[in-house]
Protein backbone atom coordinates (compact mmCIF):
# COMPACT_ATOMS: atom_id res chain seq x y z
CA UNK A 1 0.00 0.00 0.00
CA UNK A 2 1.53 3.31 -0.82
CA UNK A 3 -0.39 5.62 1.99
CA UNK A 4 -3.83 3.66 1.50
CA UNK A 5 -3.64 3.66 -2.01
CA UNK A 6 -3.00 0.11 -3.65
CA UNK A 7 -0.43 -0.63 -6.14
CA UNK A 8 0.03 -3.94 -8.55
CA UNK A 9 2.97 -4.92 -10.31
CA UNK A 10 2.06 -6.54 -13.57
CA UNK A 11 4.12 -10.11 -14.27
CA UNK A 12 3.80 -10.94 -17.64
CA UNK A 13 5.15 -10.87 -21.39
CA UNK A 14 4.86 -7.52 -23.29
CA UNK A 15 4.03 -7.93 -27.47
CA UNK A 16 7.38 -5.84 -28.71
CA UNK A 17 8.97 -5.54 -31.70
CA UNK A 18 11.64 -8.15 -30.08
CA UNK A 19 8.66 -10.79 -30.08
CA UNK A 20 8.25 -10.24 -33.68
CA UNK A 21 11.97 -10.73 -34.35
CA UNK A 22 11.55 -13.93 -32.34
CA UNK A 23 8.87 -15.06 -34.65
CA UNK A 24 10.49 -14.61 -37.78
CA UNK A 25 13.69 -15.93 -36.72
CA UNK A 26 11.45 -19.34 -35.83
CA UNK A 27 9.65 -19.29 -39.01
CA UNK A 28 13.15 -18.92 -40.60
CA UNK A 29 14.16 -22.54 -38.65
CA UNK A 30 10.80 -24.37 -39.39
CA UNK A 31 10.97 -23.64 -42.81
CA UNK A 32 14.56 -23.59 -43.71
CA UNK A 33 14.11 -20.55 -45.56
CA UNK A 34 16.18 -17.41 -45.24
CA UNK A 35 16.07 -15.53 -42.02
CA UNK A 36 14.54 -12.03 -42.45
CA UNK A 37 13.56 -9.97 -39.58
CA UNK A 38 10.06 -8.17 -40.33
CA UNK A 39 11.61 -4.95 -41.31
CA UNK A 40 13.73 -6.76 -43.62
CA UNK A 41 11.29 -9.10 -45.05
CA UNK A 42 9.15 -6.20 -45.49
CA UNK A 43 11.73 -4.38 -47.53
CA UNK A 44 12.01 -7.51 -49.78
CA UNK A 45 8.60 -7.61 -50.60
CA UNK A 46 8.32 -4.19 -51.44
CA UNK A 47 11.31 -3.89 -53.71
CA UNK A 48 10.44 -7.02 -55.27
CA UNK A 49 6.65 -6.05 -56.29
CA UNK A 50 5.86 -9.87 -57.89
CA UNK A 51 7.48 -12.04 -55.07
CA UNK A 52 7.49 -15.60 -55.56
CA UNK A 53 5.11 -17.90 -54.79
CA UNK A 54 7.53 -19.83 -52.14
CA UNK A 55 8.35 -16.41 -50.85
CA UNK A 56 4.22 -15.90 -49.81
CA UNK A 57 3.28 -19.13 -49.22
CA UNK A 58 6.11 -21.62 -46.97
CA UNK A 59 4.86 -20.65 -43.46
CA UNK A 60 5.08 -22.38 -40.42
CA UNK A 61 1.75 -23.28 -38.18
CA UNK A 62 3.43 -20.74 -35.40
CA UNK A 63 3.43 -18.18 -37.88
CA UNK A 64 0.05 -18.61 -38.81
CA UNK A 65 -0.95 -19.10 -35.56
CA UNK A 66 0.34 -15.58 -34.22
CA UNK A 67 -1.22 -13.97 -37.18
CA UNK A 68 -5.03 -14.94 -36.20
CA UNK A 69 -3.81 -14.25 -32.18
CA UNK A 70 -2.14 -10.49 -33.13
CA UNK A 71 -5.58 -9.71 -35.41
CA UNK A 72 -8.10 -10.55 -32.74
CA UNK A 73 -5.64 -8.76 -29.88
CA UNK A 74 -4.79 -12.11 -27.75
CA UNK A 75 -1.43 -13.00 -26.76
CA UNK A 76 0.77 -14.58 -28.83
CA UNK A 77 0.80 -18.64 -28.42
CA UNK A 78 2.96 -19.82 -25.60
CA UNK A 79 5.24 -21.42 -27.99
CA UNK A 80 6.85 -18.19 -28.93
CA UNK A 81 7.59 -17.11 -25.34
CA UNK A 82 9.83 -19.76 -24.59
CA UNK A 83 13.24 -19.56 -23.62
CA UNK A 84 14.53 -22.25 -26.18
CA UNK A 85 13.09 -22.18 -29.51
CA UNK A 86 13.30 -25.70 -29.95
CA UNK A 87 9.13 -26.65 -30.06
CA UNK A 88 8.24 -25.65 -33.20
CA UNK A 89 3.84 -24.44 -32.70
CA UNK A 90 1.43 -27.25 -32.67
CA UNK A 91 -2.60 -27.23 -31.81
CA UNK A 92 -2.17 -29.99 -29.04
CA UNK A 93 -6.20 -30.10 -29.38
CA UNK A 94 -6.25 -31.71 -32.87
CA UNK A 95 -7.57 -35.36 -32.86
CA UNK A 96 -4.27 -36.30 -34.40
CA UNK A 97 -2.53 -35.45 -31.51
CA UNK A 98 -5.13 -36.44 -28.86
CA UNK A 99 -5.43 -39.69 -29.91
CA UNK A 100 -2.23 -41.18 -28.29
CA UNK A 101 -4.11 -40.45 -24.74
CA UNK A 102 -1.30 -38.39 -23.89
CA UNK A 103 0.84 -40.83 -23.78
CA UNK A 104 4.13 -42.35 -25.77
CA UNK A 105 4.50 -45.35 -27.16
CA UNK A 106 8.77 -45.68 -26.57
CA UNK A 107 10.70 -45.02 -24.28
CA UNK A 108 13.89 -45.49 -26.08
CA UNK A 109 14.47 -45.55 -29.62
CA UNK A 110 14.49 -48.82 -31.13
CA UNK A 111 16.87 -48.24 -34.53
CA UNK A 112 20.65 -48.44 -34.61
CA UNK A 113 22.54 -45.11 -34.96
CA UNK A 114 25.80 -46.57 -35.45
CA UNK A 115 24.00 -47.60 -39.27
CA UNK A 116 22.58 -45.00 -39.94
CA UNK A 117 25.84 -43.27 -39.28
CA UNK A 118 27.43 -45.66 -42.05
CA UNK A 119 25.29 -45.80 -44.57
CA UNK A 120 24.35 -41.81 -44.41
CA UNK A 121 27.96 -40.32 -43.21
CA UNK A 122 25.93 -36.97 -41.88
CA UNK A 123 28.15 -33.85 -42.36
CA UNK A 124 28.24 -30.76 -40.61
CA UNK A 125 26.33 -29.05 -44.14
CA UNK A 126 23.32 -31.59 -44.07
CA UNK A 127 19.49 -30.31 -43.29
CA UNK A 128 18.30 -34.00 -41.82
CA UNK A 129 14.59 -34.72 -41.24
CA UNK A 130 14.40 -37.80 -38.63
CA UNK A 131 11.24 -39.18 -36.84
CA UNK A 132 11.53 -38.18 -33.34
CA UNK A 133 10.81 -41.39 -31.36
CA UNK A 134 12.69 -41.04 -28.26
CA UNK A 135 14.79 -38.79 -29.41
CA UNK A 136 17.98 -40.90 -28.68
CA UNK A 137 19.07 -40.64 -32.53
CA UNK A 138 18.19 -37.46 -32.69
CA UNK A 139 21.15 -36.73 -30.41
CA UNK A 140 23.37 -39.55 -31.69
CA UNK A 141 23.66 -37.29 -35.22
CA UNK A 142 24.62 -34.43 -33.08
CA UNK A 143 27.77 -36.03 -31.25
CA UNK A 144 29.43 -37.65 -34.79
CA UNK A 145 29.07 -34.59 -36.79
CA UNK A 146 26.84 -31.78 -35.57
CA UNK A 147 24.85 -30.92 -38.83
CA UNK A 148 23.34 -28.07 -40.10
CA UNK A 149 19.61 -28.11 -38.77
CA UNK A 150 18.24 -31.15 -37.70
CA UNK A 151 14.04 -30.91 -38.06
CA UNK A 152 13.04 -33.81 -35.50
CA UNK A 153 9.01 -35.04 -36.58
CA UNK A 154 6.77 -36.79 -34.22
CA UNK A 155 2.44 -36.99 -34.55
CA UNK A 156 2.44 -38.08 -31.02
CA UNK A 157 3.19 -34.56 -28.63
CA UNK A 158 4.54 -36.88 -25.56
CA UNK A 159 7.45 -38.57 -28.02
CA UNK A 160 8.43 -34.65 -28.37
CA UNK A 161 8.40 -34.02 -24.84
CA UNK A 162 10.74 -36.55 -24.41
CA UNK A 163 13.05 -35.30 -26.15
CA UNK A 164 12.29 -31.76 -25.20
CA UNK A 165 13.43 -33.08 -21.61
CA UNK A 166 16.60 -34.57 -22.90
CA UNK A 167 17.54 -31.36 -24.26
CA UNK A 168 16.63 -29.58 -21.52
CA UNK A 169 18.96 -32.27 -19.34
CA UNK A 170 21.58 -31.38 -21.42
CA UNK A 171 21.30 -27.92 -21.15
CA UNK A 172 21.18 -27.59 -17.16
CA UNK A 173 22.57 -30.88 -15.57
CA UNK A 174 25.75 -32.15 -14.91
CA UNK A 175 26.51 -35.61 -16.53
CA UNK A 176 25.55 -37.70 -12.80
CA UNK A 177 22.07 -36.80 -12.85
CA UNK A 178 21.90 -37.55 -16.72
CA UNK A 179 23.25 -40.77 -15.99
CA UNK A 180 20.23 -41.43 -13.31
CA UNK A 181 17.69 -40.02 -15.56
CA UNK A 182 18.42 -41.23 -18.73
CA UNK A 183 20.81 -44.39 -18.40
CA UNK A 184 19.37 -45.66 -15.05
CA UNK A 185 15.65 -44.50 -15.84
CA UNK A 186 15.13 -43.73 -12.29
CA UNK A 187 16.38 -40.23 -10.08
CA UNK A 188 15.25 -39.40 -6.63
CA UNK A 189 15.08 -35.93 -6.92
CA UNK A 190 13.32 -35.18 -10.62
CA UNK A 191 10.84 -32.78 -9.04
CA UNK A 192 12.58 -31.00 -7.83
CA UNK A 193 15.44 -31.05 -10.69
CA UNK A 194 12.13 -30.44 -13.14
CA UNK A 195 11.35 -27.28 -11.40
CA UNK A 196 14.47 -25.72 -10.14
CA UNK A 197 17.13 -26.41 -13.22
CA UNK A 198 14.98 -27.62 -16.49
CA UNK A 199 11.66 -25.74 -16.26
CA UNK A 200 13.60 -22.97 -17.94
CA UNK A 201 14.45 -24.98 -20.96
CA UNK A 202 11.44 -26.49 -21.18
CA UNK A 203 8.20 -25.68 -23.25
CA UNK A 204 5.15 -24.76 -21.34
CA UNK A 205 3.35 -28.17 -22.82
CA UNK A 206 6.34 -30.15 -22.01
CA UNK A 207 7.04 -28.97 -18.27
CA UNK A 208 3.33 -29.20 -17.40
CA UNK A 209 3.70 -33.08 -19.10
CA UNK A 210 6.47 -34.31 -16.66
CA UNK A 211 5.16 -32.11 -13.81
CA UNK A 212 2.24 -34.33 -13.67
CA UNK A 213 4.22 -37.63 -14.81
CA UNK A 214 6.81 -37.14 -11.60
CA UNK A 215 6.22 -40.52 -10.90
CA UNK A 216 7.84 -41.80 -14.30
CA UNK A 217 11.32 -41.64 -12.85
CA UNK A 218 10.85 -42.64 -9.08
CA UNK A 219 12.58 -45.41 -7.99
CA UNK A 220 9.62 -46.26 -5.30
CA UNK A 221 6.83 -46.15 -7.69
CA UNK A 222 8.22 -48.82 -10.33
CA UNK A 223 10.56 -49.91 -12.54
CA UNK A 224 11.69 -46.05 -13.89
CA UNK A 225 11.51 -44.70 -17.26
CA UNK A 226 11.53 -47.38 -19.19
CA UNK A 227 8.53 -49.32 -17.86
CA UNK A 228 6.81 -45.84 -18.98
CA UNK A 229 5.10 -45.61 -22.46
CA UNK A 230 2.65 -48.68 -24.29
CA UNK A 231 6.63 -50.14 -24.80
CA UNK A 232 6.66 -51.57 -21.38
CA UNK A 233 4.08 -53.81 -22.08
CA UNK A 234 6.56 -56.26 -23.99
CA UNK A 235 9.39 -55.27 -21.32
CA UNK A 236 6.75 -56.19 -18.35
CA UNK A 237 5.38 -59.25 -20.35
CA UNK A 238 8.97 -60.61 -21.19
CA UNK A 239 9.55 -60.24 -17.21
CA UNK A 240 6.28 -62.72 -16.55
CA UNK A 241 7.07 -65.07 -18.96
CA UNK A 242 10.63 -65.47 -17.44
CA UNK A 243 9.01 -65.92 -13.96
CA UNK A 244 6.41 -68.04 -14.88
CA UNK A 245 8.93 -70.39 -16.66
CA UNK A 246 11.59 -70.13 -13.85
CA UNK A 247 14.33 -68.39 -16.12
CA UNK A 248 14.69 -65.24 -14.87
CA UNK A 249 17.97 -65.92 -13.30
CA UNK A 250 19.46 -67.45 -16.56
CA UNK A 251 18.34 -63.92 -18.40
CA UNK A 252 20.50 -62.06 -16.15
CA UNK A 253 23.27 -64.66 -16.57
CA UNK A 254 23.11 -64.01 -20.14
CA UNK A 255 23.09 -60.65 -19.88
CA UNK A 256 26.69 -60.11 -17.82
CA UNK A 257 28.09 -62.83 -20.38
CA UNK A 258 31.22 -61.97 -21.50
CA UNK A 259 31.56 -64.15 -24.06
CA UNK A 260 29.19 -64.76 -27.60
CA UNK A 261 29.80 -68.93 -27.08
CA UNK A 262 28.89 -68.52 -23.02
CA UNK A 263 25.46 -66.21 -24.59
CA UNK A 264 24.92 -68.26 -27.30
CA UNK A 265 24.78 -71.49 -24.72
CA UNK A 266 22.51 -69.42 -21.99
CA UNK A 267 19.87 -68.46 -25.19
CA UNK A 268 19.79 -72.08 -26.71
CA UNK A 269 19.20 -74.12 -23.76
CA UNK A 270 17.37 -71.71 -21.52
CA UNK A 271 15.74 -68.53 -22.63
CA UNK A 272 15.24 -69.46 -26.32
CA UNK A 273 12.52 -72.60 -25.41
CA UNK A 274 10.28 -69.84 -23.19
CA UNK A 275 10.39 -66.92 -25.15
CA UNK A 276 10.59 -68.50 -28.92
CA UNK A 277 7.93 -71.64 -28.02
CA UNK A 278 4.86 -71.60 -30.11
CA UNK A 279 2.41 -71.20 -27.11
CA UNK A 280 3.84 -68.14 -26.54
CA UNK A 281 3.65 -67.15 -30.47
CA UNK A 282 -0.25 -67.70 -30.65
CA UNK A 283 -1.12 -66.29 -27.19
CA UNK A 284 0.73 -62.82 -27.94
CA UNK A 285 2.71 -62.65 -30.86
CA UNK A 286 -0.46 -62.88 -33.20
CA UNK A 287 -2.38 -60.78 -31.83
CA UNK A 288 -3.02 -57.28 -33.07
CA UNK A 289 -3.89 -55.32 -30.75
CA UNK A 290 -0.54 -56.43 -28.85
CA UNK A 291 1.30 -55.75 -32.00
CA UNK A 292 0.21 -52.45 -31.99
CA UNK A 293 0.05 -51.04 -28.24
CA UNK A 294 3.09 -53.05 -27.28
CA UNK A 295 5.36 -52.77 -29.78
CA UNK A 296 3.88 -50.17 -32.53
CA UNK A 297 3.41 -52.44 -35.31
CA UNK A 298 0.09 -51.22 -37.49
CA UNK A 299 -2.10 -53.72 -39.22
CA UNK A 300 -0.44 -52.96 -42.76
CA UNK A 301 2.69 -53.56 -41.51
CA UNK A 302 1.79 -57.24 -40.27
CA UNK A 303 0.30 -57.41 -43.79
CA UNK A 304 3.88 -56.74 -45.04
CA UNK A 305 4.97 -59.80 -43.44
CA UNK A 306 2.48 -62.52 -43.91
CA UNK A 307 2.59 -61.24 -47.20
CA UNK A 308 6.47 -62.48 -47.40
CA UNK A 309 5.76 -65.71 -45.85
CA UNK A 310 6.08 -68.49 -48.24
CA UNK A 311 3.14 -69.53 -49.81
CA UNK A 312 0.99 -72.47 -48.41
CA UNK A 313 0.47 -75.53 -50.30
CA UNK A 314 -2.46 -75.57 -52.97
CA UNK A 315 -5.81 -74.67 -51.40
CA UNK A 316 -4.57 -73.63 -47.94
CA UNK A 317 -4.82 -70.40 -46.66
CA UNK A 318 -1.78 -68.94 -45.55
CA UNK A 319 -0.68 -69.05 -41.30
CA UNK A 320 -0.51 -65.57 -39.80
CA UNK A 321 0.59 -66.87 -36.81
CA UNK A 322 3.49 -69.10 -38.35
CA UNK A 323 4.45 -66.15 -40.27
CA UNK A 324 5.05 -63.48 -36.70
CA UNK A 325 6.49 -66.76 -35.36
CA UNK A 326 9.18 -66.76 -38.04
CA UNK A 327 9.95 -62.89 -37.86
CA UNK A 328 10.05 -63.22 -34.15
CA UNK A 329 13.08 -65.91 -34.53
CA UNK A 330 14.52 -64.27 -37.76
CA UNK A 331 14.82 -61.22 -35.60
CA UNK A 332 16.10 -62.58 -32.38
CA UNK A 333 17.73 -65.50 -32.99
CA UNK A 334 20.58 -63.95 -35.10
CA UNK A 335 20.65 -61.00 -32.49
CA UNK A 336 21.58 -63.78 -29.50
CA UNK A 337 24.12 -65.46 -31.98
CA UNK A 338 26.29 -63.01 -32.52
CA UNK A 339 25.61 -59.53 -30.65
CA UNK A 340 27.06 -59.57 -27.18
CA UNK A 341 24.29 -57.93 -25.02
CA UNK A 342 26.30 -56.58 -22.12
CA UNK A 343 28.85 -55.14 -23.98
CA UNK A 344 27.67 -53.33 -27.26
CA UNK A 345 23.53 -54.67 -27.78
CA UNK A 346 22.16 -52.10 -25.44
CA UNK A 347 18.87 -51.90 -27.05
CA UNK A 348 18.30 -55.95 -26.03
CA UNK A 349 20.17 -55.29 -22.58
CA UNK A 350 17.62 -52.35 -21.73
CA UNK A 351 14.30 -54.35 -22.76
CA UNK A 352 15.70 -57.63 -20.48
CA UNK A 353 16.98 -55.28 -17.21
CA UNK A 354 15.52 -52.23 -17.83
CA UNK A 355 18.35 -50.01 -17.23
CA UNK A 356 22.07 -49.15 -19.36
CA UNK A 357 25.07 -50.02 -17.91
CA UNK A 358 28.76 -48.17 -18.58
CA UNK A 359 29.91 -51.12 -20.64
CA UNK A 360 26.01 -51.39 -23.09
CA UNK A 361 25.05 -47.82 -23.51
CA UNK A 362 23.76 -45.23 -26.21
CA UNK A 363 26.65 -43.11 -27.30
CA UNK A 364 24.53 -39.74 -26.13
CA UNK A 365 25.00 -40.98 -22.44
CA UNK A 366 28.94 -41.40 -22.44
CA UNK A 367 30.95 -38.84 -20.20
CA UNK A 368 32.62 -37.16 -24.00
CA UNK A 369 29.13 -36.49 -25.42
CA UNK A 370 28.07 -35.05 -22.66
CA UNK A 371 31.27 -32.31 -22.66
CA UNK A 372 30.14 -31.63 -26.06
CA UNK A 373 26.01 -31.39 -26.37
CA UNK A 374 26.01 -29.21 -23.17
CA UNK A 375 28.39 -26.80 -24.83
CA UNK A 376 26.42 -23.00 -25.61
CA UNK A 377 24.51 -23.23 -28.53
CA UNK A 378 25.14 -27.23 -29.19
CA UNK A 379 21.77 -27.76 -29.18
CA UNK A 380 20.30 -24.85 -31.35
CA UNK A 381 19.55 -26.53 -34.85
CA UNK A 382 17.62 -28.60 -33.49
CA UNK A 383 13.69 -27.95 -34.54
CA UNK A 384 10.64 -30.29 -32.84
CA UNK A 385 7.59 -30.37 -35.33
CA UNK A 386 4.84 -32.54 -33.95
CA UNK A 387 3.25 -33.03 -36.95
CA UNK A 388 2.72 -35.62 -39.72
CA UNK A 389 5.53 -36.18 -42.12
CA UNK A 390 4.41 -34.83 -45.25
CA UNK A 391 2.41 -31.62 -43.37
CA UNK A 392 6.14 -30.77 -42.56
CA UNK A 393 7.63 -31.49 -45.82
CA UNK A 394 5.61 -29.05 -47.80
CA UNK A 395 6.43 -26.10 -45.22
CA UNK A 396 10.10 -26.55 -46.10
CA UNK A 397 12.26 -24.25 -48.54
CA UNK A 398 12.32 -26.62 -51.49
CA UNK A 399 16.06 -28.42 -52.58
CA UNK A 400 17.26 -27.54 -48.90
CA UNK A 401 16.50 -31.27 -47.15
CA UNK A 402 19.67 -33.73 -47.39
CA UNK A 403 19.12 -36.36 -45.83
CA UNK A 404 15.33 -37.83 -44.16
CA UNK A 405 15.24 -41.07 -41.96
CA UNK A 406 11.82 -41.98 -41.74
CA UNK A 407 12.23 -44.79 -40.28
CA UNK A 408 9.38 -47.80 -40.82
CA UNK A 409 7.20 -45.42 -41.05
CA UNK A 410 6.45 -45.89 -45.01
CA UNK A 411 5.02 -49.49 -43.85
CA UNK A 412 2.22 -47.71 -42.48
CA UNK A 413 0.42 -46.46 -45.47
CA UNK A 414 -2.45 -48.63 -47.29
CA UNK A 415 -0.78 -50.58 -49.83
CA UNK A 416 -1.13 -48.97 -53.18
CA UNK A 417 -2.73 -45.73 -51.99
CA UNK A 418 -2.62 -41.79 -52.61
CA UNK A 419 -1.33 -40.99 -49.45
CA UNK A 420 2.01 -42.64 -49.87
CA UNK A 421 3.02 -41.52 -53.33
CA UNK A 422 1.95 -37.86 -51.62
CA UNK A 423 4.24 -38.23 -49.02
CA UNK A 424 7.33 -39.66 -51.50
CA UNK A 425 6.44 -36.81 -53.78
CA UNK A 426 6.61 -33.89 -50.91
CA UNK A 427 9.90 -35.38 -50.53
CA UNK A 428 11.13 -34.76 -53.45
CA UNK A 429 10.14 -31.53 -53.44
CA UNK A 430 11.78 -30.38 -50.13
CA UNK A 431 15.57 -32.45 -50.67
CA UNK A 432 18.16 -31.51 -52.67
CA UNK A 433 18.96 -33.23 -55.68
CA UNK A 434 21.61 -35.64 -54.37
CA UNK A 435 19.98 -35.91 -51.23
CA UNK A 436 19.15 -39.26 -49.27
CA UNK A 437 16.18 -40.90 -47.19
CA UNK A 438 17.25 -43.89 -45.33
CA UNK A 439 14.21 -46.67 -45.11
CA UNK A 440 13.60 -49.53 -42.90
CA UNK A 441 10.79 -51.90 -43.77
CA UNK A 442 8.95 -55.39 -42.08
CA UNK A 443 9.08 -56.38 -46.32
CA UNK A 444 11.94 -57.33 -48.08
CA UNK A 445 10.42 -56.16 -50.64
CA UNK A 446 8.32 -53.26 -49.56
CA UNK A 447 5.53 -52.30 -52.42
CA UNK A 448 6.17 -48.50 -52.36
CA UNK A 449 9.80 -48.36 -53.59
CA UNK A 450 8.45 -48.78 -57.18
CA UNK A 451 6.88 -45.38 -56.17
CA UNK A 452 10.42 -43.83 -54.74
CA UNK A 453 11.22 -44.60 -58.47
CA UNK A 454 8.43 -43.46 -60.35
CA UNK A 455 9.30 -40.17 -58.20
CA UNK A 456 12.83 -39.43 -59.11
CA UNK A 457 14.70 -41.75 -56.91
CA UNK A 458 16.97 -44.22 -57.21
CA UNK A 459 16.33 -46.96 -54.75
CA UNK A 460 19.12 -49.48 -53.01
CA UNK A 461 18.48 -52.26 -50.80
CA UNK A 462 21.27 -51.68 -48.18
CA UNK A 463 20.24 -54.30 -45.43
CA UNK A 464 18.80 -57.76 -46.07
CA UNK A 465 17.45 -59.62 -43.61
CA UNK A 466 17.64 -62.78 -45.04
CA UNK A 467 17.11 -65.80 -42.35
CA UNK A 468 20.38 -66.01 -39.46
CA UNK A 469 21.48 -62.78 -40.82
CA UNK A 470 21.77 -59.15 -38.90
CA UNK A 471 21.45 -56.29 -40.94
CA UNK A 472 21.91 -54.16 -37.61
CA UNK A 473 21.80 -54.68 -33.55
CA UNK A 474 17.88 -54.51 -33.80
CA UNK A 475 17.32 -56.73 -36.29
CA UNK A 476 13.78 -56.07 -36.21
CA UNK A 477 13.17 -55.34 -39.70
CA UNK A 478 13.63 -57.59 -42.74
CA UNK A 479 15.08 -54.65 -45.31
CA UNK A 480 16.78 -50.87 -44.80
CA UNK A 481 16.76 -49.48 -48.18
CA UNK A 482 18.56 -46.07 -49.11
CA UNK A 483 16.33 -43.55 -51.95
CA UNK A 484 18.67 -40.99 -53.58
CA UNK A 485 16.80 -38.32 -55.27
CA UNK A 486 18.32 -37.97 -58.93
CA UNK A 487 15.85 -35.75 -60.56
CA UNK A 488 12.55 -33.97 -60.08
CA UNK A 489 9.42 -36.31 -58.88
CA UNK A 490 7.47 -37.58 -61.70
CA UNK A 491 9.29 -37.80 -64.75
CA UNK A 492 11.33 -40.80 -63.89
CA UNK A 493 9.80 -44.28 -65.27
CA UNK A 494 12.67 -46.83 -65.95
Known sequence: MLGGIP???????????????????????????????????????????????????????GFEAAALNLAANIPLPSALYQNRHWRIYYDELLQKHTQFNNSYIYAFTWEDPRVDQRILKIRSDDVVLAITSAGDNILHYLIEESPKAIHAVDLNPTQNHLLELKLAAFSALPYEDIWKLFGLGQHENFGELLVNELSPHLSSRAFQYWFGHRRAFNPQSGGGLYETGQSRLAIITAKWLFRIFGVSKHVERMCVARTLNEQREIWRSKVRPVLLSQWVSWAIIDREQFLWRALGVPGNQRDMIIHDHPQPAQGQDKDSGRAMWEYVVNTLDPVAENSLLGEDNYFYYLCLRGQYTER???????????????????????????????????????????????????????????????????????????????????????????????????????????????????????????????????????
Open 7 to 61: YYIWIGCQKLDTVTDVLALVEAAATESPFLSPIHHMSKVQANPQPSDTMLKLRSK
Open 360 to 494: SRPAYLCPKSHQKLSRPGALDNIHIHTDEINDVLTRIQPGTLSIAVIMDSMDWFEAGGAEARKQIKSLNTAMKTGGRALIRSAGRNPWYMRVFEEEGFKAARVGDRSPGACIDRVNMYASAWLCTKFEEGGKFRG
